[in-house]
């Protein structure tokens, strides 16, 4: 379909459906004109649609359209169904309908325990287009002389399950009449708000059969999947008509019984009815965060209900680009973790988390952790998309980047201890960070022109905060938020002074945007950003820094400062010694939050002390990155310990297991203990630099560059190191070696052999 103007009206049930409810049309698909040559379907919703074509779902995509600021974009969705219909017999009579669901413009968001911030009703819209052979077209399109009525999905919501009686069935996916069915009409929809999609759709990504069902101290059933995952259980069974089968779920266990604190208010509890045939329940229109489900009303055995069982996991279908393992089996497993948790958060927005009463897109966490993002998967598209929604929400609050995007706080009133939402260092920073990670992943400025404007609306919002002396330390900060010496009731009560951090992410963002300015050839703009960044820095060093000391003189300060390059190098260098000296007396236990955390290895090596970032990487005692590993978990956690050595649960209000921001620390192991960076944008140039440590023996990165494949083994062989490297066609590696010296090759594999790293040191 060339023209992307949305005309089909949107319609909902013209009088009051319980649940889930579907709308329909009959059609005939008349060959008189030939042959059909090819059949198209467009769709979206105020809500979740899975549309019907021909008695079965039209495609594996769940949650369509996906989420957006829906008040100026909602996405739209195209299916080809031309192999659908041509399977259909000549002159047979073909179901058009779609199924509609809550989601997130209709459904609870947040903790506050309402929703349909968005929208008061469910309604889809869609236009099916057909060709024949002799150039006819004939277009089918909602409209009021649809029907609609019940399915057999009774309650549906994200953060609270869903509801499927199997005794309803679908008739209402097959030609005849329909019992409950009644008349539809049309709802006022701006047209101008629908958007074809540009982003990866939502999937199913991996199923996974339980592997342990037992009975819990207080006699109820809990089956282990074996792995914290995102998505939902699919139930095969018969049994009597009427049976209820309830599954809850949850991410860990406390005192071998469901541990659900941590869902806050979400049910998230799934409701079986059976049909008194074989039946096959699997609820698309809600998902969980869980590892564990607890299950009720089964009659069976043990054995039958882990044979009836299988979790489906979802997620936005990304493909997989980057890879990294190691000699150091802890260490993969955290790898592993984090790959498991950023799939679980990037449904159709990148979250927070998965399976609270929240599953927000917070700007603060994306900031962090996406150059990591970026190198494990092809998040281009995604990413890109999502910063749209970012640039809209600044548009309609005076330049600011809103704590999560899309913006449902907006809606609310302030939040408990902050107030109104303002521009926040790190958060709102992420309107510039995000599309720079971008840029240095794949190496294309077409991000970089499209959030420019957002860019500069962010920075110029931040100058008309700062203080007479040119310091950013006059509103609400996040700053070291989660900082692991803070109380659980007050995650934001960090060491790091507020204005030293925001100063400092404040002083980053100018810099890149002067850079992006220079990249694009907007001269004005970037003598007025160089000029903001210079500004910036020299408050910092006159109020912040006295004696080789940094404000608040905590790791994350010198941590930040180092990384961002706001010091001037004698400063720099007795920042790296104070930052080592407290990383030693912190017993290389981690002791940065959101802030510090995703650069911290990285000062450190900038500075030459390398072997004080591997010890704080490989920690096994808590706080630190492994710490969770050896308690069993399979993702990145909220908290250094959402799980406490004793097993038991964080009390803070905020303990989620699945986050995925305090795992960017891979974004170092890729470049470093791997050695695999980008020496341009987008890997036109590869930096080969592997800095051994820790005890490791050998270590191996690979990335599907834009260019094709790159890959980086390196291994301790005696007194040498051993490199080995693959590069792809048209580009140049430079390899730098641990004595310092580097060489340059060109595409194609190659071995190179240098004095071991503790030789060279």
Known sequence: MGDTTWTAPFITPASEVRGAPFVRTEFRVDTTHGPLESARLRVTAVGVVEPWLAGAPVSDELLAPGWTS???????????????????????????????????ALGRLTWSGEGAYYGSERAGSAELELRFADGTVR????????????TSTTADDLYDGQDIDARLGTTWAHPGPVDGAVATRTVAVDAARVVPSQTPPVRPLDEIAPVAVWTSPSGRTIVDFG???????RLVTTGTAGTTVELRHAEVLEHDELGVRPLRSARATDRYTLSGGADVFEPRFTFHGFRYAEVRGWTGSDDELRAALT????????????????????????????????????????????????????????????????????????LADWLRDVWLEQQHQDGIVPFVVPDVLKFQPPLDGIGPQESTAIWSDAAVWVPWALYQAYGDTTVLAEQFDSMVAHLRRVTSLLSPEGLWDTVFQFADWLDPDAPPEDPAAA?????????????????????????????????????????????????????????????????LAIVFGILDADQERQAGDRLAELVAASGHRISTGFAGTPFITDALTRTGYVEDAYRLLLQ???????YPVTMGATTVWERWDSMLPDGTINPGEMTSFNHYALGAVADWMHRTVGGLAPLTPGYDEVLVAPQPGGGLTWAETDLETPHGRAAVRWDLDGDELCIRLEVPEAVTATVRLPDGTERQVGAGEHLIRSPSVAAAR
Request: net charge negative; hydrophobic share 40%; proline share 3%.
């Open 139 to 150: 277009t089918i399109h909602t409209d009021d002389t649809w029907q609609a009525g019940p």
């Open 495 to 559: 060491k790091a002074d507020t204005g030293v951090v925001a100063t400092a992410c404040a002083f980053r963002s100018a810099t890149i945007v002067a850079d992006v300015a220079d990249l694009l050839g907007h001269a004005a703009e970037a003598s007025e950003f160089r000029g903001l960044a210079t500004r910036l820095q020299d408050a910092f060093r006159t109020h912040y820094v006295t004696d080789g000391r940094i404000r608040s003189d905590c790791t994350t300060v010198y941590t």
């Open 311 to 382: 979790a489906v996991r979802i997620g936005s279908d990304l493909r997989r680009t980057g890879h990294f393992r190691s000699s150091h089996e802890l260490l993969n497993t955290f790898h592993d973790n984090v790959v498991r948790g950023m799939q679980g958060n990037f449904v159709s927005v990148p979250t927070d988390c998965p399976q609270r009463d929240e599953r927000l897109g917070w700007t603060g966490d994306i900031a962090a952790f996406a150059p990591t993002a970026s190198f494990l998967f092809d998040t281009r598209d995604f």
């Open 70 to 104: 829906y008040e100026w974009r909602v996405r739209s969705v195209e299916h080809d169904v031309t192999e659908r219909l041509r399977a259909v017999r000549d002159g047979d009579p073909v179901v058009l309908a779609l199924h509609l669901g809550a989601g997130w």
């Open 620 to 626: 096994t005692e808590c706080p630190s990155w492994l």
């Open 227 to 233: 792995v914290n995952l995102v998505g939902w259980v």
